[in-house]
């Protein structure tokens, strides 16, 4: 059981930006399922589409995998020989979480967790790679090329998984899903103050995109066919295909 998050609870002189350190690794299971509306149904989805996509003696890749959720969705539903998992994180306090969750459950297939940049990852014989929740807190200079590397690192046939939390052209609808989703985060125990001094916080570090931005990207990097595959309030999830050999 991960402990409660608390860590915005009392009032904090200095707010600085965000970061994925030990105090947030140790109570990011219950953050998340308290602040992103849909997440549980996004990660046992994400499995559903492994058992779907991922081929044998492939590879698939979980970029910026925090403590190893979609990971272990994956690894339960591949039912196929030789495949290799790669998890990827540059949180040092993540990676050591995540190996520590993943070898708490066996499995057939190998999972490999690598503390490292997902920009300098090579992704090689990919039947399948999970982006969630994680483009947003890249520099929006470095979104498209990574995109790029992922399309050319897919084998013919194989899926992107991208989740993220939108912000909307529509600025009407914007502000409903933004108050729904700080609804969401007050029907879950937050404060008023966590949920300001958190989203001070993010700021700076998380810079969302639209639906329209994401799917504009896709195309640009070679999918000839991506859609939103699921939304609750300002937070959902694309699937983008490569086309069959």
Known sequence: ????????????????????????????????????????????????????????????????????????????????????????????AMVERCRRHITAFRGHTPVEVLEDDIRHIAIENASMVVLNFTIQFLDPDDRQQLLNKIYRGLNPGGALVLSEKFSFEDATVGELLFNMHHDFKRANGYSELEISQKRSMLENVMLTDSVETHKARLRQAGFSHSELWFQCFNFGSLIALKEGA
């Open 1 to 92: 059981m991960s402990d409660r998050d608390t860590l915005f609870s009392a009032p904090i002189a200095k707010l600085g930006d965000w970061t994925f350190d030990e105090r947030v690794a140790e109570v990011f299971p219950d953050m998340i399922q308290r602040s992103v509306p849909g997440y549980s149904n996004i990660i046992s989805m994400i499995g559903m589409l492994a058992e779907r996509f991922v081929t044998p003696a492939s590879q698939v890749y979980d970029l910026g995998c925090s403590l190893g959720a979609a990971t272990l969705s994956v690894r339960r539903n591949i039912h196929h020989d030789g495949c290799r998992i790669i998890a990827v994180d540059n949180s040092p």
